[in-house]
């Protein structure tokens, strides 16, 4: 399977650990973008890349969160001292550099990590 | 008021009816996205229009951007549509997207 795979699949932490998600996009997609899914609502932007640069990061990312693209293949999602709040459905999509804007490139969309902060 | 919003929230239908999802957003796009959702997470994009009409199979999108509207139409129903779709915008001014909530579709056989 060449889609984007995201590991763990479940997280299950007690409040105040540290957790680390990874994110392995579809091979040659420049472009890749985390966002967080609470229950019952629509996903929400969290930052994304464009190759090994992060170019953008909402406010919802706090000084807790850092994510990382080091060689511009796969993502790390880093959550430290986690709260009961973290706990959701955090989403990693690639897409190819299809123009100026990323917004309008078709996004291939993980299976997501679920995340459970006790 | 959030800045993309979908009706209905849930909509339950029968085998073979025609459905209609709606999207309303209130600032200025550059792409409007229609997305799929699963029990269990996985999304798969459906549509990236910025104008008109795009058909595929029994999905049909259609976006005004004057009116700031977008609708998801599916023709036949059948129980394997049944998913969460969720509308989400590219605004002109940078890259990101915003989601909405979504509408959950069940369709009953």
């Known amino acids: 399977d060449t889609g984007v795979s995201q590991d763990p699949r479940h997280k299950i932490t007690k409040r105040g650990q540290n957790v680390t998600f990874r994110c392995d996009p579809i091979?040659?997609?420049?472009?890749l973008y985390w966002y967080r899914q609470t229950l019952g609502q629509g996903p929400e932007f969290l930052t994304y890349f464009q190759n090994e640069a992060q170019l953008e990061k909402s406010r919802l990312l706090s000084d807790r969160f850092s994510a990382e693209r080091p060689k511009g293949s796969f993502s790390t999602l880093e959550i430290q001292r986690t709260e009961q709040g973290d706990s959701a459905m955090y989403l990693c999509a690639s897409s190819p550099l299809g123009g100026v804007l990323a917004g309008l490139d078709t996004q291939y969309f993980g299976p997501g990590t679920r995340l459970t902060v006790l | 008021k959030n800045e993309v919003e979908q009706s209905p929230q849930n909509l339950t239908a029968q085998e073979g009816e025609f459905i209609t999802i709606n999207c309303s957003y209130s600032v200025g796009i550059s792409a409007l996205h229609w997305l799929q959702q699963h029990p269990g997470g996985g999304i798969v994009s459906l549509f990236m229009l910025s104008s008109g009409k795009k058909k595929h199979g029994r999905l049909i999108a259609t976006i005004n951007i004057q009116e700031k509207h977008s609708s998801l139409h599916i023709t036949a129903s059948h129980p394997r549509d049944s998913a969460v779709y969720i509308c989400a915008v590219a605004e002109t001014s940078g890259s990101r997207l915003t989601f909405g909530e979504g509408t959950q579709l069940t369709v009953n056989p």
């Open positions: 091979s040659e997609h420049n472009r």
